[in-house]
T-cell receptor, first 117, second 111 residues
Framework: GAVVSQHPSRVICKSGTSVKIECRSLDFQATTMFWYRQFPKQSLMLMATSNEGSKATYEQGVEKDKFLINHASLTLSTLTVTSAHPEDSSFYIC?????????????FGNGTRLTVT | LAKTTQPISMDSYEGQEVNITCSHNNIATNDYITWYQQFPSQGPRFIIQGYKTKVTNEVASLFIPADRKSSTLSLPRVSLSDTAVYYCLAERAGSARQLTFGSGTQLTVLP
């Protein structure tokens, strides 16, 4: 089945540094990928839609200069949390569905636990 | 995007059948109903998808009445490992469509 790989699974960084999270579709092409953030005991919140070859679309309230998204190829999207602060600590999850999918369900990465100290 | 409403939590015992109902009163004609399962510190995982009537796979069944304003996920003979959050979503066909997650249902299976 379709697999989405997310890396790293866990990262701890110091306040003020930047962290990059990678999301890869291993066996399908995805023009569009999605980035979610999830706080403890809460549901997934869509942050942005990543589009290959064009700018990402950000949800209201999400700072595009803080959460940089690059969708460099049909199998890779990256999310960079710039100048991270403790309030950015969260669980970040990416997802994608095959371009040929029609009504194919979304496939999710296993998430990245970011802790900013 | 059609809004979905589910119970916040449910408890069950091992070996029982669990039915989780989701309401989606504003579902559109070309929306599919999809259920995902999420364990702590993992990404959601696809369980089952349907459009109408009944769909069954190796892990669950999905019942959708004719008016499609609700759906019921049925998990037969649950085990402790089925303890997770279950999300119901109304998805529109097309690869670029985004998903908005509701609150989900926390299912706790007790021994």
């Amino acid at each position: 089945g379709a697999v989405v790989s997310q890396h790293p699974s866990r990262v701890i960084c110091k306040s003020g540094t930047s962290v990059k999270i990678e999301c890869r579709s291993l066996d399908f092409q995805a023009t569009t990928m999605f980035w979610y953030r999830q706080f403890p005991k809460q549901s997934l919140m869509l942050m942005a839609t990543s589009n290959e070859g064009s700018k990402a679309t950000y949800e209201q309230g999400v700072e595009k200069d803080k959460f940089l998204i690059n969708h460099a190829s049909l199998t890779l999207s990256t999310l960079t949390v710039t100048s991270a602060h403790p309030e950015d600590s969260s669980f970040y999850i990416c997802s994608a569905r095959p371009d040929s999918g029609g009504n194919s369900p979304l496939h999710f990465g296993n998430g990245t636990r970011l802790t900013v100290t | 995007l059609a809004k979905t409403t589910q119970p916040i939590s449910m408890d069950s015992y091992e070996g029982q059948e669990v039915n989780i109902t989701c309401s989606h009163n504003n579902i559109a004609t070309n929306d599919y109903i999809t259920w995902y399962q999420q364990f702590p510190s993992q990404g959601p995982r696809f369980i089952i998808q349907g459009y109408k009537t009944k769909v069954t796979n190796e892990v669950a069944s999905l019942f959708i009445p004719a008016d499609r304003k609700s759906s019921t996920l049925s998990l037969p003979r649950v085990s402790l490992s089925d303890t997770a959050v279950y999300y119901c979503l109304a998805e529109r066909a097309g690869s670029a469509r985004q998903l908005t997650f509701g609150s989900g249902t926390q299912l706790t299976v007790l021994p």
